[in-house]
């Protein structure tokens, strides 16, 4: 079964720290993407990655990096992280103009 | 530019009963357009997609949705609701230039009663 694998489902930090979430995917897929959900704002797109080492901002980038050294890894980088970045990050994959397989999301606190 | 609106926020239905959930877009041209569930505490699950042919899709889960072209609209239908089909569902479509985003609309919240 394919699979978005998201290295941790609940993740608890202090502020200031910085954070790495992981995301693999096993489907060779070129496109990936990392989203954050909150209520009521619904999905918004910090970063996607076309292709190995090239990144792209999306909608809400600052505050956050991201590394694509490897085509099946894409991880997002909270360089300082802030109460404001409590959230739930969601990656994704995909082939071009082709649907999302999602990871099963992380549900990150920061304090 | 493209767009997604789902005009339901949240909807309630029996269970047994059918089940139609709105969305329409904006798009230049024939747009590739897509259905997605989440359920609560979890990620999004592709349901189904619609890229060209048939107008009527078949996903999994009992779920379908009809493209039509005059109004602009890709609804999803299920004949019979299932309690497990409470969720919230997305509609979504590539942006028209690279394909490498998609515009996800605002979700519509599904309640199941008994």
């Known amino acids: 079964d394919v699979k978005v694998t998201q290295s941790s489902r609940y993740l608890v930090k202090r502020t200031g720290e910085k954070v790495f979430l992981e995301c693999v995917q096993d489907m060779d897929h070129e496109n990936m993407f990392w989203y954050r959900q909150d209520p009521g704002l619904g999905l918004r797109l910090i970063y996607f990655?076309?292709?190995?080492?090239?990144?792209e901002k999306g909608d809400i980038p600052e505050g956050y990096s991201v590394s694509r050294e490897k085509k099946e890894r894409f991880s997002l980088i909270l360089e300082s992280a802030s109460t404001n970045q409590t959230s739930m990050y969601l990656c994704?994959?995909?082939?071009?103009?082709?649907?999302?397989?999602f990871g099963s999301g992380t549900r990150l606190t920061v304090v | 530019a493209q767009s997604v609106t789902q005009p339901d926020i949240h909807i309630t239905v029996s269970e047994g009963a059918s089940l139609e959930l709105r969305c329409n877009y904006s798009y230049g041209a024939t747009p590739y357009l897509f259905w997605y569930v989440q359920s609560p505490g979890q990620g999004l699950q592709l349901l189904l997609k619609?890229?060209?042919?048939?107008?009527l899709v078949q996903g999994i889960k009992g779920f379908e949705a009809e493209f039509k072209r005059s109004q602009s609209s890709f609804n999803l239908r299920k004949p019979s609701v299932h309690w497990s089909d409470a969720a919230e569902y997305f509609c979504?479509?590539?942006?028209?230039?690279?394909?490498?985003?998609?515009?996800f609309g605002a979700g519509t919240r599904l309640f199941v009663k008994a």
């Open positions: 990655s076309y292709d190995v080492k090239m990144k």
């Open positions: 994704a994959s995909s082939l071009p103009l082709d649907g999302y397989t």
């Open positions: 979504a479509v590539p942006e028209s230039t690279g394909g490498f985003k998609t515009i």
């Open positions: 619609y890229f060209s042919g048939d107008t």
